[in-house]
């Protein structure tokens, strides 16, 4: 069964490094999303893309983050200068279709522990 | 805007007896609600969703959801659960033909006993 898979499974960093968290979508979909947890709290939206440019995105999602498709498989988020509170659980998603009546596959997340 | 509130962060329940997860919601506009499940170490996976129609749903693993409009409720139910069902449930809303902007709730992690 074709699923999303990221990495790294989980990433240490140091308060200011840049951290680029890799996904690899469902490959027939078009539609790619990051959200996170924050532990304890709920998952949140952060962005969606397609066609290489971001659809929609949320308050979260400031200027220390951008998302890239490098490539014809990898879809990428980069955080360029981290902080404490990004600390969190990021998850992957992508869809086949823009229209939320499907379904959205979601890959196992990466964890970020920022020190 | 739309908001998600699950009101049980743990719960605890001896193998084969029955569970409901509490979901409500709050939203200004019409609605599709999901819920999700998450196995450790695993990604979220979808159980069910209530798009239109009937408000009783069907999902994998045995899983139901009744879709209540006047309580702004979507409670997950399972008659009788296993030890597998162990794993975080989250239900989650997004607006009616819109984008998978879906907001969540923080979860309820579901404890099968033996």
Redesign the interface.
């Known amino acids: 069964e074709p699923?999303?898979t990221q990495t790294p499974s989980h990433q240490v960093t140091q308060m200011g490094q840049e951290v680029i968290l890799r996904c690899v979508p469902i490959s027939n979909h078009l539609?790619f999303?990051w959200?996170r947890q924050i532990l304890?709290?709920?998952?949140?939206?952060l962005v969606?893309f397609y066609n290489n440019e971001i659809?929609?995105k949320?308050e979260i999602f400031d200027d220390q983050f951008s998302v890239e498709r490098p490539d014809g498989s990898n879809f990428t988020l980069k955080i360029r200068s981290t902080k404490l509170e990004d600390s969190a659980m990021y998850?992957c998603?992508s869809?086949r279709v823009?229209?939320?009546?499907g379904?959205?596959?979601?890959?196992?997340?990466s964890r970020l522990t920022v020190l | 805007a739309q908001s998600v509130t699950q009101l049980d962060s743990q719960v605890p329940v001896f193998e084969e007896a029955p569970v409901e997860l509490r979901c409500n919601y709050s939203s200004s506009v019409s609605v599709y609600l999901f819920w999700y499940v998450q196995y450790p170490n695993q990604g979220l996976q979808l159980l069910l969703k209530y798009l239109s129609g009937s408000t009783l749903v069907k999902g994998i693993n045995g899983f139901e959801a009744e879709f209540n409009k006047s309580q702004t409720s979507f409670h997950l139910r399972k008659p009788s659960v296993h030890i597998s069902d162990t794993a975080e449930y989250f239900c989650a809303v997004s607006e009616t033909s819109g984008t998978y902007k879906y907001i969540f709730g923080t979860g309820t992690r579901l404890k099968v006993l033996a």
């Open positions: 699923e999303v539609y999303y959200y304890g709290q709920k998952v949140e939206f969606s659809s929609e949320s998850f998603a869809s823009r229209i939320n009546t379904e959205l596959f979601f890959g196992e997340g």
